[in-house]
């Protein structure tokens, strides 16, 4: 059977082709060849077996969605119907045909996660979601959420993770794996340059083969080769001309090509857009819902449809193609076992929410702190929380990403438990969510009134999701479908937070949200700042132990914050959101820090900053070269009063190269949790990748002979050791 199997994928090479606009067929690398089926033998001889019990009509059947979130499976061969959940942080509540209204545990978002810079935590993470996905019955949850944060602007990028590809590659395979050993499939999305919302299904986005391959695609290539993932999801967009779903160069040669993805690429709902593009171009699986289709969708009429099974019978289409599509769906249900037995799962436990408040707890940033942090609740006998989101519940906001949660901690119920009474609390909202509305004089008067009364004031603001899950963008700022107009504070913040401290300067401002927000206002003379991003069902518990001390903040940027908009390198260098036809990425590789340390630029708050409760000292560095390689050793102290945690990053530097490079790169990072006194040897081990580069004159990843710099710190500007090695 084995050597059959072989021969029949290596057939697929001489029947593969992509229709051109011309009507010509040109050879096409296949998306199977020999090499896939290594180490999962037995799986494809039952698959082949399966397949040759199908009717065309099941097999295509298989290949769109049958509902909102399911495709068909085939009843009489015991082939389920493949069922898939939004979303990246937290199963999502029911659609259609399965009104379910239990509750799931609402993890913290993906840009908090990241914050963390904490693999361990990305596993564990991952983990929740799976188990829940499984007791609920799902095969595929629809995360993580990897595209690149490119932009301030986009809507999106609470989901998403960090501006930086090495960070995100790091994450994101822990969340995979997390996923997968509870016997659920993840998805990797969006594939590829989503990065914005505005005009997402129809913009064309262009970009160097350079930018593609050293910021773009490396958290994609690590979900794949590391993290083993089993489903991978299409972008809206265009990228050269064609669309991202059935888009020949990203599908068929780089993702199934180059890196040997075995998995389904399956559409964003409703992105297909062309039947013989999505045929040939490795669309797996098709789904969403027209919506001129509701209440009642015909699902025969998709473009991986009833259009098909015509064009199969007619002639036109070698059914093999629609073979290798069944194939690979059924590669997806074997490894998830779904023919056999599968765990039980839990949902909704204590141990889960743990893990959401061990997420939040290391994820929350300390941006400022002058003297004012933690307090002491022995000294104060009264609070002041101002700001509608310190009362607001962000979790059925956002999107596709909404979650219906058991219960969810605000930061003012946070304050009140930690409290227990024992110190006044006073709340007062400050401003009212209303898109494009300005300051409200009479809410600023009770806030500022509430807090000269009390010790303490804390301002919670900051951006915020919107509610209706049918039109999810309305006074929403942080949402699928929607860009931010730029990034000042909306509702009247500034003139809120500028009246509040100037009141009591013993002022902290908390800010909510999925990314940097414009603080240029009021920032100089606000003592303590922190950044809480949407932390999640105990956010308000872990934000509360944090501003009082029972954690010390480990959170770490995983991205710059920008003085303003204008900053930012999309903006300065590129196009955002672009014209009406496409986007260029003039900006190229200079993405995030790797712009702000080049072009030295001075941003609000740099890529990896993040303050503490105590002090770390670097000591010791030492570089060891090896074959194209080096082990960097140093060692971390906590010289402070106070146990906590560090995340030690290492940055490349390349002293002289014949293309342009960044000032330095991401290319290590650890985590350190240390106790007064103590001191640990950080290692760090730098592959061959970490100082390459890719050349696009030559179409090939290169490492030039010649001396680097290493850099090693506490942010990207916070650089407290620094190295030479020649390979």
Same mark, same amino acid.
């Given at each position: 059977m084995k050597g059959n199997i072989v021969k029949a994928s290596c057939s697929l090479v001489i029947v593969y082709a992509l229709m051109t606009a011309g009507g010509q067929a040109k050879a096409q690398t296949a998306n199977v060849d020999a090499a896939i089926f290594q180490g999962d033998n037995a799986i494809y001889q039952k698959i082949e077996q399966q397949i040759k019990q199908m009717t065309l009509e099941e097999k295509v059947g298989m290949i769109h969605g049958n509902s909102t979130f399911t495709s068909a499976g085939v009843k009489r061969l015991n082939i389920p119907e493949l069922t898939m959940s939004d979303g990246p942080h937290g199963v999502r509540m029911e659609h259609d045909n399965d009104h379910v209204f239990d509750s799931a545990t609402y993890l913290p978002t993906g840009v908090c996660l990241a914050a963390t810079w904490n693999p361990q935590l990305g596993y564990a993470f991952g983990s929740v979601l799976g188990s829940e996905a499984n007791y609920r019955g799902k095969d595929v949850i629809l995360?993580?959420?990897?595209?690149?944060? =490119?932009?301030?602007?986009?809507?999106?990028?609470?989901?998403?993770?960090?501006?930086?590809?090495?960070?995100?590659?790091?994450?994101?395979?822990?969340?995979?794996?997390?996923?997968?050993?509870?016997?659920?499939?993840?998805?990797?999305?969006?594939?590829?340059?989503?990065?914005? @919302?505005?005009?997402?299904?129809? $913009?064309?986005?262009?970009? +160097?083969?350079?930018?593609?391959?050293? $910021?773009?695609?490396?958290? #994609?290539?690590?979900?794949?080769?590391?993290?083993?993932?089993?489903?991978?999801?299409?972008?809206?967009?265009? #990228? =050269?001309?064609?669309?991202?779903?059935?888009?020949?160069? !990203?599908?068929?040669?780089?993702?199934?090509? @180059?890196? /040997?993805?075995?998995?389904?690429?399956?559409?964003?709902?409703?992105?297909?857009h062309n039947t013989m593009e999505a045929l040939w171009n490795g669309t797996d699986l098709e789904m969403g819902t027209d919506l001129d289709m509701l209440p009642n969708p015909n699902y025969g009429k998709f473009y991986l449809g009833d259009t098909v099974i015509a064009l199969v019978k007619a002639g036109r289409v070698d059914e093999k193609l629609i073979d290798e599509k069944v194939r690979r769906i059924?590669?997806?249900?074997?490894?998830?076992?779904? *023919?056999?037995?599968?765990? &039980?799962?839990?949902? %909704?436990?204590?141990?889960?929410?743990?893990?959401?408040?061990?997420?939040?707890?290391?994820?929350?940033?300390?941006?400022?702190?002058?003297?004012? !942090?933690?307090?002491?609740?022995?000294?104060?006998?009264?609070?002041?929380? $101002?700001?509608?989101?310190?009362?607001?519940?962000? +979790? @059925? /906001?956002?999107?596709? +990403? &909404?979650?219906?949660?058991?219960? @969810?901690?605000t930061p003012l119920e946070g304050f009140k438990a930690i409290t227990a009474g024992k110190i006044k609390i006073s709340y007062a909202p400050g401003y009212s969510i209303t898109k494009g509305a300005g300051p409200d004089q009479q809410m600023i008067n009770e806030a500022v009134a509430a807090a000269k009364k009390a010790d303490i004031a804390i301002v919670v603001g900051g951006w915020t999701h919107g509610y209706n899950k049918y039109d999810w963008s309305d006074n929403a700022y942080d949402a699928e479908g929607t860009d931010k107009p730029d990034m000042d504070m909306p509702f009247g913040q500034n003139e809120l937070i500028n009246a509040v401290v100037k009141a009591n300067p013993k002022t902290i401002v908390v800010l909510m949200g999925g990314g940097p927000i414009d603080v240029s206002k009021w920032i100089d003379h606000t003592p303590s700042v922190i950044q809480s991003w949407y932390p999640g069902m105990e956010g308000g518990n872990a !934000?509360?132990?944090?501003? *009082?001390?029972?954690?010390?903040?480990?959170?770490?940027?995983?991205?710059? *914050?920008?003085?303003?908009?204008?900053? %930012?390198?999309?903006?300065?260098?590129?196009?955002?959101?672009?014209?009406?036809?496409?986007?260029?990425?003039?900006?190229?590789?200079?993405?995030?820090?790797?712009?702000?340390?080049?072009?030295?630029?001075?941003? &609000? #708050?740099?890529?990896?900053?993040?303050?503490?409760?105590?002090?770390?000292?670097?000591?010791?560095?030492?570089?060891?070269? /090896?074959?194209?390689?080096?082990?960097?050793? #140093?060692?971390?102290?906590?010289?402070?009063?106070?146990?906590?945690?560090?995340?030690? &990053?290492?940055?490349?530097?390349?002293?002289?190269?014949?293309?342009?490079?960044?000032e330095k790169e991401l290319k290590g990072f650890q985590k350190v949790f240390l106790n007064p006194g103590e001191s640990k040897t950080v290692t760090v081990n730098l592959t061959k990748e970490a100082f390459q580069y890719y050349n696009d004159m030559l179409q090939q990843w290169v490492l030039e002979k010649g001396g680097f710099t290493l850099f090693v710190g506490s942010s990207s500007r916070d650089i407290r050791l620094t190295g030479k090695l020649k390979l």
């Open positions: 995360g993580p959420g990897l595209n690149i944060i =490119r932009s301030a602007l986009n809507g999106r990028n609470f989901e998403y993770q960090s501006e930086d590809p090495y960070l995100i590659s790091k994450m994101v395979v822990g969340y995979i794996k997390g996923v997968q050993d509870q016997g659920v499939a993840a998805c990797a999305k969006h594939y590829l340059a989503n990065n914005q @919302e505005t005009r997402r299904g129809s $913009i064309n986005v262009l970009m +160097s083969e350079r930018a593609l391959r050293e $910021i773009y695609l490396p958290g #994609f290539k690590a979900a794949v080769q590391e993290g083993g993932v089993y489903t991978v999801m299409g972008a809206y967009n265009k #990228f =050269r001309g064609q669309f991202c779903t059935h888009n020949d160069y !990203l599908v068929n040669k780089i993702l199934k090509g @180059e890196l /040997g993805f075995k998995g389904v690429l399956m559409s964003d709902w409703s992105a297909v059924l590669y997806v249900m074997h490894k998830t076992d779904m *023919f056999g037995k599968r765990k &039980q799962g839990t949902f %909704s436990t204590k141990e889960h929410a743990q893990t959401a408040l061990k997420v939040a707890e290391e994820g929350i940033v300390l941006l400022k702190n002058g003297n004012l !942090l933690p307090l002491k609740q022995s000294s104060i006998k009264s609070i002041a929380v $101002i700001g509608v989101n310190a009362n607001r519940l962000q +979790s @059925e /906001g956002g999107g596709s +990403s &909404q979650v219906r949660t058991r219960y @969810e901690i !934000l509360a132990k944090i501003i *009082f001390g029972a954690v010390n903040p480990s959170g770490k940027l995983p991205m710059t *914050f920008p003085k303003t908009l204008s900053q %930012s390198p999309a903006h300065a260098l590129g196009q955002y959101p672009g014209d009406s036809v496409m986007v260029h990425y003039n900006d190229d590789i200079f993405v995030g820090y790797r712009y702000f340390d080049t072009y030295n630029v001075e941003p &609000q #708050f740099a890529f990896g900053h993040g303050l503490s409760y105590t002090t770390f000292k670097y000591s010791n560095l030492k570089v060891e070269p /090896g074959n194209e390689s080096a082990t960097v050793t #140093f060692t971390v102290s906590n010289v402070g009063k106070t146990a906590g945690a560090e995340v030690a &990053q290492v940055y490349v530097k390349d002293d002289e190269s014949i293309l342009r490079r960044p």
